[in-house]
Nanobody, 129 residues
Framework: QVQLVESGGGLVQAGGSLRLSCAAS????????MGWFRQAPGKEREFVAG????????FYPDSLKGRFTISKNNAENTVYLQMNSLKPEDTAVYYC??????????????????????WGQGTQVTVSS
């Protein structure tokens, strides 16, 4: 069982940066693959970034590569999302998610919501123009 709590959201001007944190409970956090998703009003939840259990592999949609960076600190039971050059269209509720170790299956399915067993409550990010 893993519980996830996101923090770090807020209001930022376009072009600014934010770093989101996701603190996880549970002794087996290091064995979990992690992901960040976001959901804007009236839109479906979408994949933002994923990271393997060890932190050695990361995944992003092409639209966000170069602006967003995911990282994982197993010693601190925390996963981060660094967001740079923010745009108004990045405005959304951002969710952290975890799935048990999946190996190569994760490498091809990291963007699938159904892969993740645990979700945080979300943190609001608002980017003003």
């Amino acid at each position: 069982q893993v519980q996830l709590v996101e923090s770090g959201g807020g209001l930022v001007q376009a072009g600014g940066s934010l770093r989101l944190s996701c603190a996880a409970s549970g002794r087996t956090f290091s064995t979990y693959e992690m992901g960040w998703f976001r959901q804007a009003p009236g839109k479906e939840r979408e994949f933002v970034a994923g990271i393997s259990w060890s932190g050695s592999r990361t995944f992003y949609p092409d639209s966000l590569k170069g602006r967003f960076t995911i990282s994982k600190n197993n010693a601190e039971n925390t996963v981060y999302l660094q967001m740079n050059s923010l745009k108004p269209e990045d405005t959304a509720v951002y969710y952290c998610a975890a799935c048990p170790y999946s190996g190569s299956y994760f490498y091809t399915n990291y963007a699938s919501l159904s892969l993740y067993d645990y979700w945080g409550q979300g943190t609001q990010v608002t980017v003003s123009s």
